[in-house]
Nanobody
Framework: VQLQASGGGLVQAGDSLRLSCVAS????????VAWFRQAPGKEREFVAV????????DNSDSVQGRFTIFRDNAKNTVFLQMNSLNPEDTAVYYC???????????????WGQGTLVTVSS
């Protein structure tokens, strides 16, 4: 599985942004897909995850109520809708796919290249 993340950019605090993660391959629906992010000087952190069928999701406390993860398996795409962005959300965002519905980055086998989100105050 190859993943391509896109949709990042420069926005102002309070704005919204939607990230996309497009996957190659015919078995995309078998994989849980998660978003992680890494801010400058910080470790990579979990953001949100969705099961292969899209029925179950989980997200970190820091984005609860602001970010929503969902997928369209017909388009081999997972989305991260980000609302009410603040400067603390500034990071490179990565999508990852794996066989486990987990918040642990090491459990994911496939990673996209990352897309930069910058939120100005």
């Amino acid at each position: 599985v190859q993943l391509q993340a896109s949709g990042g950019g420069l926005v102002q605090a309070g704005d919204s942004l939607r990230l996309s993660c497009v996957a190659s391959g015919r078995t995309f629906e078998r994989y849980a897909v998660a978003w992680f992010r890494q801010a400058p000087g910080k470790e990579r952190e979990f953001v949100a995850v969705v099961t292969g069928n899209g029925r179950n999701t989980d997200n970190s406390d820091s984005v609860q109520g602001r970010f929503t993860i969902f997928r369209d398996n017909a388009k081999n795409t997972v989305f991260l809708q980000m609302n009410s962005l603040n400067p603390e959300d500034t990071a490179v965002y990565y999508c990852a796919a794996g066989n486990r519905f987990t918040v642990v980055a090491a459990h994911y086998d496939y990673w996209g290249q990352g897309t930069l989100v910058t939120v100005s105050s």
